[in-house]
């Protein structure tokens, strides 16, 4: 039997999600999408068999057809949405942020927790980008000795309206956090922000492109180029410094083409195209671990430590000063 899916958001990412599970994910169906906008939650159902379109996650959650949820909205109504799924003790796809800020997502962990087991997913999707695996597995055989440095480079080719220096660590660098959280397989101590010479292509009031400097709990050391109006198009990579060799993956990937005098490749217009493989591999991997009542990926606890992280790089951004990250303990759940 197909695992049903309550989608809620039927915003930018929700939409993308809708479409591949009806139509790219095995074991899957959309069985309502719940937007607060009655028809944003009617054109993201319409065309999808079987989706009932609804203004409140309460009626999904209260239709006992509903086997999961993928929850999609804006990043500030996350918390509502998580404990309401929790209480249902359902499996739940969180987008990224986990919640905005680290008190809400430890009060969500916490929850998690007193059900005895995991049933949250964070979308940090870039964990099943097959570059992005193939580095964290040489990473762990040891191969090439031990990794000592991340250079990461994160540009985005425009903002939307309203973006601001704070969403440029919470939207942006979120995933760099996660990503050197991931590839070091340690916590994130420390986070500095240094701003300087600016585009004129950013919004005013905002610095771009910024410095995101960050050490982990063994020293290694990772750098962000974080630049989100860079015009030229969509473009994330990464370049890990180890004992033994370098590793580059993400940039100027082929197929190189060589025609009309020129040679070279093609840069992605956004994180739909980079990450669309990703994204089919994340959701699959969430449906096939529920149909077994199961989860993996990261975890409430990864999404709590992005949130402590971005916190300090907020004040690290504001004051210039580099900031510690405080973390709780953490809880046996989350150990293996
Ligand atoms: C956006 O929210 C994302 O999650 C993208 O992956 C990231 O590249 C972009 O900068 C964010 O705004």
């Known amino acids: 039997r197909n695992l049903s899916v309550a989608v809620i958001g039927a915003g930018r990412m929700g939409v993308d999600h809708i ?17 607060i906008d009655p028809a944003r939650a009617a054109a993201a159902a319409a065309g999808v068999p079987g989706a009932a379109a609804l203004t409140d996650i309460r009626a999904a959650l209260e239709d006992p057809r ?37 008190v809400s997502a430890w009060r969500v962990l916490q929850a998690e927790e007193k059900l005895g087991r995991k049933r949250i997913q964070v979308g940090f999707m870039r964990r099943y980008d097959a570059e992005y695996a193939h580095l964290a597995e040489l990473i762990r055989s040891g191969e090439l000795g031990e990794l000592l440095m991340l250079h990461h480079q994160h540009r985005n080719p425009a903002t939307p309206p309203g973006f601001s ?19 070091s397989a340690e916590e994130i101590t420390s986070v500095r922000v240094r701003t300087g010479k600016t585009t004129r292509n950013a919004p005013a009031g905002m610095n771009d492109p910024q410095q995101v400097l960050m050490e982990t709990t063994s020293g290694v050391l990772a750098d962000v180029e974080i630049y989100v109006n860079a015009q030229y198009g969509y473009e994330v990579g990464t370049q890990a410094v180890f004992e033994q060799g370098v590793v580059r993956i993400g940039n ?12 070279g490749g093609t840069v992605l217009p956004g994180f739909a195209e980079r990450f669309s493989a990703a994204y089919d ?22 999404g709590y430590a992005a949130a402590a992280c971005c916190e300090a790089g907020v004040e690290a951004q504001k004051t210039g000063r580099t900031v510690a990250v405080e973390l709780h ?4 759940l989350y150990q293996s």
Request: charged share 25%; net charge negative.
């Open 281 to 302: 591999r994340e959701i699959q991997s969430w449906v096939d671990a529920a149909l077994q009542g199961d989860i993996g990926g990261p975890s409430a606890w990864d």
């Open 329 to 332: 303990e953490k809880p046996l």
């Open 165 to 183: 220096n704070e969403m440029l660590i919470n939207d942006s660098v979120v995933h760099e956090f996660d990503a050197v959280r991931f590839f």
């Open 66 to 102: 509903t086997d999961a949820v993928l929850i999609a909205t804006p990043g500030f109504l996350h918390e509502d949405a998580l404990h309401a799924a929790l209480a249902r003790d359902i499996p739940i796809l969180c987008e990224k942020p986990l919640t905005p800020d680290s």
């Open 252 to 263: 100027h990937a082929g197929p190189y083409l060589s025609a009309r005098g020129r040679w």
């Open 19 to 35: 479409q591949r599970l009806a139509r790219r994910t095995h074991g899957a169906e959309v069985s309502a999408v719940v937007d």
